[in-house]
Structures are given as structure tokens and as C-alpha cells.
């Protein structure tokens, strides 16, 4: 998995990504990709008055999660063959299948010209101790980076990378929802549990 440093500190990417949405101070941006006739996204935000260190943790904290997250049905990590896999089921509306995702991640502070960023990845893998299971649609194409840094205040400011496969037919309307709903309601979600977290001590 590979680290996006040459995204970092940009506010917009050029063609052929299109602005899709700016929102609640969220500029989120997709690309047509013609193999899977699908989007991937770009998103560009900020968290105020959240820390990186701390934007970080609560991100990478999966039990916290299941707390803020509404969508979130079933989160965990096991380790299998030495490696640390995480399972997650995420709840769809009725009348669509929830989806669930089997993957690997990583977190680490870098160094990028003098500025402290944290980023943490993440990719589908298929791992046979985790078989699909009935009524749920296993999302096989998964990727995601996020790169966070100082505002140059008491904040973060925040870039995502997002792509996955939800597999089966997902209406149009709730595609535009996600995009250009889901993630800023995401963002501010995670910026009230940033809030919280150092409350729960």
C-alpha cells in the first residue's frame, strides 16, 4: 500500500477529476473509472479544533467506532497467519443487502517537507477465514487513504482517498447520497467523536 504525500497540502485535483459537491466546508471530487464503470473520490475537509494525533487515533480506533459510526453493524480484528485482518459489516437501507468488507491497514506518521502528516491506509484481501456469508454482499475492490495535518490552528486538515466495488445494484439516488451527503455528515460525525474521545478516560 502506498502513502498519497504528493496529494497533501492540494486543495483541488484537476481534469479529468469533476468537482462533484462542495459541502460543509467539503469539496469532494470524482473520476470515472472505465473498467468497473464505477467513481473513485477524492475528498478534501477539515476537522476544527480536532488535532491530528487525535484525528488519527479516533480513526484508527475500532471500538470506539462501533459507538459514533451509526452505520457500522459489526467491526472487529483477528489476527490470522500473523497478519491483522479487520471485518466490517455496514448497514444499507431496506430494502438493499448490508455490505461487508475484509481488509488490511496501516498508520503511520511521516515527514513531507518539514510538515507532520499521519496517514493511514487501507485495502481489500481475501483470507479464508473470513467466507461470505449469506444476506450480506462482500465488497472484493476496496482502497482508501487518508492523510491528515495541522490546519496551522487548533485543527486538522483532512484528504481522502475512497474506491470500492459495492457489488449488486445500488440505486443511483443513494450513490449521490453517500457522495455527496454521507461523507460530510462522516466528517462531522468523526469530529464530534474527536471531541468526546479525550472525555472518555
Do not use: H
Not at 5 to 20: D, F, N, S, Y
Not at 84 to 110: A, G, H, T
Not at 170 to 176: D, E, F, G, K, T
Amino acid at each position: 500500500m502506498e502513502a498519497p504525500p504528493r496529494e497533501l497540502g492540494q486543495t483541488a485535483p484537476g481534469p479529468p477529476w469533476q468537482l462533484l459537491v462542495e459541502s460543509m466546508g467539503v469539496s469532494i471530487y470524482r473520476l470515472y473509472d472505465e473498467q468497473s464503470g464505477l467513481y473513485e473520490y477524492k475528498i478534501f475537509g477539515g476537522l476544527a479544533d480536532c488535532p491530528p494525533k487525535l484525528c488519527a487515533d479516533v480513526y484508527m480506533d475500532l471500538e470506539y467506532r462501533k459507538q459514533w459510526d451509526q452505520y457500522v453493524k459489526e467491526l472487529y480484528e483477528k489476527t490470522y497467519d500473523g497478519e491483522k485482518i479487520i471485518y466490517w459489516e455496514v448497514k444499507y437501507p431496506f430494502p438493499l443487502s448490508n455490505r461487508d468488507y475484509v481488509y488490511i491497514r496501516e498508520c503511520q506518521e511521516m515527514d513531507v517537507d518539514g510538515r507532520k502528516i499521519w496517514v493511514a491506509l487501507a485495502q481489500s484481501v481475501s483470507v479464508p477465514q473470513c467466507p461470505e456469508k449469506p444476506g450480506i454482499i462482500r465488497v472484493k475492490s476496496y482502497k482508501q487513504s487518508l492523510a491528515i495535518e495541522s490546519d496551522g490552528k487548533t485543527g486538522s486538515k483532512v484528504y481522502m482517498y475512497y474506491f470500492d466495488n459495492p457489488g449488486g445494484m445500488i440505486p443511483s439516488w443513494l450513490v449521490n447520497w453517500a457522495a455527496k451527503s454521507g461523507v460530510p455528515a462522516f466528517l462531522k460525525d468523526m469530529q464530534k467523536a474527536c471531541c468526546n474521545y479525550s472525555k472518555r478516560a
